[in-house]
């Protein structure tokens, strides 16, 4: 029934591998089948770690997680054994789930754990991005959000031809960009805000910026 429509990436029997490919995958990862308990980590604590999470239905034979999980905004909750039609059903939900995203602009989205809370963001919302070390800040309408991942890292996972590094330290969203002076660069709702183009980064900046 799905079989023109679903294209399997990888299937995995640790939590190691899956974290993984997800991590380098060059394709858009849609959807992720989970159980609940995995060798060395739970289902839970694997979709927690995800800093990039695609739409995510977990599988499992146990009921006490359901409701964590829906904390924790899973498309659905498949109880083994499950009939095919129930499986269905769950697919239809990510199509649609899907549909939406594309018809906002955007099916990209990037998943930031802050304070204890678990958030879903439009990636087409994000502003610029600060590293610090480790850490990096991700600004939405100047509101920023800590998140241990290293720079390099984060800029796989957003699409190139909307986010350029522009110095060692940042990444913005081109679409964002208001102005440039003298190698500086201003965005929108920042009025006091001057990032720096490095000059290691000048020629991918321009020959990216030009193109919009």
């Known amino acids: 029934m799905f079989g023109d429509e679903l294209n399997i990436l990888g299937v995995f029997d640790s939590v190691e591998s ?18 609940v308990i995995l060798p060395g980590k ?16 977990m ?24 009939i095919y039609r129930r499986f269905v059903q769950s697919i239809q939900k990510v199509k649609k789930l899907i549909k939406m995203d594309e018809d906002k602009g955007s099916n990209e989205t990037l998943i930031l754990k802050n304070k204890g809370a678990i958030t879903r963001f439009l990636i087409k919302d994000i502003d610029y991005i600060e590293s610090y070390s480790d850490y990096i800040k991700i600004y939405i309408k100047k509101d920023a959000f800590l998140h241990l991942i290293a720079l390099r890292d984060i800029l ?31 965005l929108d709702g920042y009025e006091d805000l001057e990032l720096p183009i490095s000059r290691a980064q000048r020629k991918n900046f321009y020959s990216l910026f030009l193109k919009q």
């Open 156 to 186: 796989k996972k957003l699409p190139s031809e909307k986010f350029v590094q522009i110095h060692r330290r940042f990444i913005v969203n081109i679409e964002k960009i208001t102005s440039i002076n003298e190698n500086k660069i201003y």
């Open 18 to 35: 899956a974290e993984a490919f997800i991590k380098n995958c060059e394709k858009k990862v849609d959807l992720i089948f989970v159980d």
């Open 59 to 82: 599988t499992t034979s146990y009921d006490s997680y359901a409701v964590k999980a829906f904390e924790m905004n899973v498309v659905d909750y498949l109880k083994k054994p499950f």
């Open 42 to 57: 739970n289902g839970i604590d694997f979709i927690s770690d995800l800093f990039i999470m695609p739409y995510i239905i």
